[in-house]
C-alpha cells in the first residue's frame, strides 16, 4: 500500500510538473511550443487527483494519524525523486511517472 | 517598501542562518541519527543477546532482580523487551529518600530474561549519547545547553519563515534544480531541500522548541504557582499527577501476582500491546501498578490499566490524554520523537532529517560561495573572516561525519577494559571534529596567499577531507568483521537486520563521500586545464603586442 501510495505521489507530482512550460520542454525538447492550454488543465487534475490518491493509500494504510505523518515523508522523497531525475534524465523521470502506479498497483496484488 | 522588506527579511535569513549554522548542522544531523538511537546502541553493544523468553517468564525475572536490588523501594519500573526501543528487558528502581524531603538512589540494570541476572557489554555511549547530544550538546553545563539549543532552534524557525518569505517563487520553482550552474545550482538546491521537506522542517523545529518550554519560558509557570523551585515542583506534581496513587502506608504487603496483571493488560490491548509496568511503593500496603501501552500514533502517551498492587484489582483503564492542551503538547512531541513508527516510516524520518542537514550544509556553502568571486579577487587573498567559514564549514559538514565514523571506531578499539571507556568514545568524536576544523586553516596557512592558490588549497582541503571521510566510514564493516562475529557475512544470511542495517548503510555512506571526492578532483583537473589554457593565450597575446 505504500509503494502505491509512493507511486501516486510521485506521478502526480510529475503531472503537475509537466503543466509548467519549463518542465514540458525538459521532457519533450522537440516541442519547442508551450505545452498547449486544454492539456495542461487536463495535467493539472491529473496530478491533483494522483496526489490525493497517494494521500487515501497513506491513510487506508496506517489509519489517519500516522498515515498522514507517512504522507509528509514520502511527499518529501517523491518530490525530490522527480526533481533529481529532471534535469539528468527527464524522458527516464516521465516515463518511470506512467509506469509506476500500475507496477506498483500489482505488486500490491501479489503481495 | 515590499522590496525592502524582502531584502531585510534575506538579511536576517542570511546573517542568522550563518551564526548558528554549525550548531544547527551539529544538531540536526546528531538528531536524525537519533532515529535509529537503538540500533545504534545495539551495534555499539555486539554482546548483548537478544531477548527471547515469555512475557511472564520475563516480568516475573524483572521482579525477582528488583526484590534483590531494591526490595524497600519507592518506585520500581520495568520495560519489557517488547518493541524497537526496548530490544532487552530494563529495570530501573528508585529507593526511598535518606531524608525528608529528598530524592531516594536510583539505579537501573538490563537483564536476561531467562537467568534473571544483569548481562554485562562493553562500556559505550551509544546511540543515546549521540542522540542525546542533539538537544543537550556535550561539556557544557546542561541549563546552558539547552539555553543555547534553544537560542538557536528560534533562529532555525526565524530561518525557515524568513525562507519562505524572500523564496519568491516558492510554487514556480518548485520542480527547478539547474546543476553545473554554479552560485545558481546552490540556490536551487538549497531550495529544492527546503521546500520538498518544509513540513517536516517546521515540525521539528517548532515542536524541538516546545519540549524545553517550560525552561524558556518559566513565568508562565510561575504566574500562577509562584515563582522558584517550589513553584515548579507544585506545577510539575499537578501536570503530572497519578489519579490513583496513594501515600506510602509503610505497612509491608506481599504483591500480588505481576503476571497476571499482564495477562489482562494483553488481554485488554491485544498481545504485544504492552510498553512498561510502573510499581509504586512495592511491597507496602499501598502499593500501585500502572502498566502501560505501545505508542502506535504520534500521541506521545500510553493507555493506563492501574491495578492495586496488593489484591490485584483492576481500578482504572486510562485513556491515553486527559485534556486536550496535554494532547497536543503529547503529539507534537510525539511527532518529533517518532517512537511509533515503523520501520518504513522511521526510514522516511531518517530520510527527511538528512534533508534538514543537507538543507543547513547547502545555506553554509551558498554564503561562500556567493562571496568567493569578489573575495578571490581581492589582492592579499580573501578575508580572515571568509577563510574562517569556509573552514568551519568543511570542517563541519565533513567533519563532524568523520567524528562520527571515529566515534564508531574508538567503539571497537578501545581497550574493553579501560576505566574511562565511554567517555574517551566521546572525546574521539569531537577530537576528530575538531582536527577536521582545523586542517583548512593550517593548509591555507602554511602555503601561499594568492588567490588562486587559495582556491585550490580550499578544493585540496575538501578532497582530503571526503577522503577522509570515505575511508572512515567504508572501513567500518571490515572493523567490525575483525573486531566481532556479527559482519556482514554473518549477519546477512541470519537476517539480523539491526548489524546488517548499519553496516550497509555506513558502507554507503563512505561510497557517497568517495563519490564526492572524485567529482571534487575531475572539477579541479577541469578548472586547472581551464587555468592553463588562459595562461598560455594572455602570454601568446602579449607576445602578438610586442611584435610590429
New interface residues.
Partial sequence: M?LLAFAFLYSG?TSI?LA?S??WQQVFPAQTLMVAAPIRKALQITGWLQLLLGAACCVQA??F??GS??L??????A??L???L???APRFAAGFAVAAPPLSALVNVAL | MKAGFRQSMAWVHTWGGLLVGWVLFFMFLTGTLGYFDTEIDRWMKPELPVAHASLADTVLAAQQRLEQQAPVAERWFISPPTNRDAPNLRIFWQMLPAEEGGRGKRGNEILDSQTALPVTARASGGGQTLYQMHYALHYLPINFAYWLVGICSMFMLVAIITGIIIHKKIFKDFFTFRPRKGQRSWLDMHNVLSVVALPFHIMITYSGLIFFAFTYMPLIVASSYGLGEDGERAFFDELFAEEHKLDRANIPAPMASLTEMVRIAEKTWGEGQLRYLDISHPNDAHARVAIGSQLNSPLRASGKLVFDGVSGKLLANQAPTTSVPRAVRDTLLGLHEGLFAGPILRWLYFFSGLLGTAMIATGMILWTVKRSPQQLKQANGPDFGFRLVESLNLGTIVGLPIGIAVYFWANRLLPITMETRAAWEVHTLFLAWLAAMLYPLMLSKVRAKTASTQTRLNFTAWIHESWAAAAAFALLPVINALTTDRHLLNSLPAGDWVFAGFDLTVLAVGLLFAYLALKLQARVQKHSRLAEFANRSTRFAATEEVMP
Fill in positions: 505504500m507530482f510538473c509548467k519549463r518542465h496506517q489509519g494519524a500516522t505523518v507517512l509528509w515523508g514520502l511527499v518529501s522523497t518530490a525530490l522527480l526533481i533529481m529532471l534535469p539528468y
